[in-house]
């Protein structure tokens, strides 16, 4: 079965700019997950999605970050403005249910954002 | 809260060594329990599991039994190659909300 696919692999760009992350997941998960990795770290959750709602985005820093998974299957997720210490590995996952979640997620590659 | 406290690194070792990397959490409930692993310029993935009590998940000669008295969910192989060499991440699923949470990661170096 395919991964799940992510773009681009890495990104540079300016502080204060925006960017924008793609996820497609393996098909047939119904949940969605981003994560960031910041070096050193491990990875923390930034939004779960279930289909095309949003369950969890807690942890989202909602002044900059946004994210949205329209049609239920890929999703994209947005910085804007960047700031320095958005530098990261920024992850998608997904799970075929939460309910078989103890099965474990399939990451993506991520995508590697360094901000400058 | 639920956390996961993983052995800090990096730890380094030469082939056929024995590894452990400890693992504790805390957690209410029955958590699932993972080890993630990610090699060099690699995505994470999912090494070994446990979701419960006394399970011992392996995979690829590594180890790790689910010890709910202790709370811990250590990772061993007996004898570790060059290959082996990455990142290492315990990871749980709450059993109340199914959110994946980390430790920190331990990486591992293992020499010729």
């Known amino acids: 079965e395919a991964g799940v696919a992510q773009s681009p692999r890495y990104k540079i760009i300016e502080k204060r700019q925006s960017v924008a992350f793609w996820c497609n997941p393996i098909?047939?998960?119904?949940?969605l997950y981003w994560y960031q990795q910041i070096l050193g770290q491990g990875p923390k959750l930034l939004i779960q999605?279930?289909?095309?709602?949003?369950?969890?985005d807690s942890q989202l820093p909602k002044d900059r970050f946004s994210a949205e998974r329209l049609k239920g299957v890929d999703s994209t997720l947005k910085i804007q403005p960047a700031k320095l210490e958005d530098s990261a590995v920024y992850l998608c996952?997904?799970?075929?249910?939460?309910?078989?979640?103890?099965?474990?997620?399939?990451f993506g590659s991520g995508t590697r954002l360094t901000v400058v | 809260g639920n956390s996961v406290t993983q052995m800090e690194g990096p730890v380094t070792l030469s082939e056929e060594a024995f590894l452990t990397i400890n693992c504790t959490y805390t957690?209410?409930?029955?958590?699932?329990l993972f080890w993630y692993v990610q090699y060099p310029g690699e995505g994470l993935q999912l090494l070994l599991k446990?979701?419960?009590?006394?399970d011992k998940g392996s995979n690829k000669g590594f180890e790790a039994t689910y010890r709910k008295e202790t709370t811990s969910f250590h990772l061993e192989k007996g004898s570790v190659q060059v290959s082996d060499s990455a990142v290492y991440f315990c990871?749980?699923?709450?059993?109340?909300?199914?959110?994946?949470?980390f430790g920190a990661g331990t990486t591992v170096t293992v020499r010729a």
């Open positions: 996952a997904s799970s075929l249910d939460p309910l078989k979640a103890n099965y474990g997620y399939t």
């Open positions: 098909s047939g998960h119904a949940t």
């Open positions: 999605f279930q289909n095309n709602g949003v369950v969890d």
């Open positions: 957690a209410t409930g029955y958590p699932s």
């Open positions: 446990a979701t419960k009590a006394d």
């Open positions: 990871a749980l699923i709450r059993s109340n909300d199914y959110k994946l949470s």
